[in-house]
T-cell receptor, first 112, second 117 residues
């Protein structure tokens, strides 16, 4: 099901640190997962995705890990920068044009 | 590529009036677009799925007569909030799928901030 929270979990890190943002999903039938970044007052921005036949995928400074056994998804950001400060959402779907279900989001605060 | 725009970015209206929000895919054709609303410090909640040339599919609890959706072309979907009330004030975001590259990936518009007085 969906997770919609009234209070966003917050992760505070120093510039240059590595950040890890976690997400638990609930639908065992989900086979496509996406991480989005949302800055204040803007729409979500695609970061990276992964399909269920993989357990790791790397992009530029970002890595997504998928553990289907415990239904857990994580986003790792290397050498975090102040510009990475935003709310990060994971989303899951059963692929194709099926709907996305969003997690509740994590606010990442990067201090210089 | 895969750019989605929304218009207007902000709108303030009086209670009882109707407001139309446009969602456009600028560099790709989108047979399916999605409409979300987002309250402060909360996640995105799917309102409806908009399919080109057919009726929209609404999520449970979303009034289809209040939130009218039209998807008349492969690049444009509109959401009309009819007889808006203060509780309709929210951030409305659309997304579209780029079927030419990855059918699974949704790209989001910048959102429309609706304030109903």
């Amino acid at each position: 099901g969906e997770s919609v929270g009234l209070h966003l979990p917050t992760l505070s890190v120093q510039e240059g640190d590595n950040s890890i943002i976690n997400c638990a999903y609930s639908n065992s039938a989900s086979d496509y997962f996406i991480w989005y970044k949302q800055e204040s007052g803007k729409g979500p921005q695609f970061i990276i995705d992964i399909r269920s036949n993989m357990d790791k995928r790397q992009g530029q400074r970002v890595t997504v890990l998928l553990n289907k056994t415990v239904k857990h998804l994580s986003l790792q950001i290397a050498a975090t920068q102040p510009g990475d400060s935003a709310v990060y959402f994971c989303a899951e779907s059963t692929g194709g044009y099926s709907t996305l279900t969003f997690g509740k989001g994590t606010m990442l605060l990067v201090s210089p | 590529g895969a750019v989605v725009s929304q218009h207007p970015s902000r709108v303030i209206c009086k209670s009882g009036t109707s407001v139309k929000i446009e969602c456009r895919s600028l560099d790709f054709q989108a047979t399916t677009m999605f409409w979300y609303r987002q309250f402060p410090k909360q996640s995105l909640m799917l309102m409806a799925t908009s399919n080109e040339g057919s009726k929209a599919t609404y999520e449970q609890g979303v009034e289809k007569d209040k939130f009218l959706i039209n998807h008349a072309s492969l690049t444009l979907s509109t959401l009309t909030v009819t007889s808006a009330h203060p509780e309709d004030s929210s951030f409305y975001i659309c997304s579209a799928g780029d079927f030419q590259s990855s059918a699974d990936t949704q790209y989001f518009g910048p959102g429309t901030r609706l304030t109903v007085l």
